[in-house]
């Protein structure tokens, strides 16, 4: 999960490492959101088919059990930040549906 969060703040610009009150010089990309949420959800597409391609090497007797174990465990919390994040997005979406104009 932290690693896709990380994703999302590389790729808007900002340096999720630095510590409070220390400047970034970077200036953000243009796009936007969507293309925060393109990004990661390309990220996410890109980390199953790494696990899938490990685990089917670890079939083969090409990858070792914890490799294929480490991908696995990586696809699922890139799945399962996917997941929340959509999840969040809907309930926003519902929320302001539901605001009188």
């Known amino acids: 999960m932290i690693d896709a969060i990380s994703a999302a703040g590389r790729s808007t610009g900002i340096d999720l490492a630095k510590p409070v009150g220390t400047s970034s010089a970077k200036t953000v990309s243009p796009g936007g959101f969507d293309e925060v949420l393109k990004n ?53 979406y519902q929320e302001i549906t539901r605001m009188a104009i």
């Open 40 to 92: 990661v959800a390309t990220e996410t597409v890109s980390s199953l088919y790494k696990s899938e391609a490990t685990a089917i090497a670890g079939i083969n007797g090409k990858a070792s059990i914890q490799q294929v174990v480490d991908q696995v465990m990586a696809a699922e919390r890139a799945l399962q930040t996917t997941i929340a994040v959509r999840d969040k997005v809907v309930s926003a």
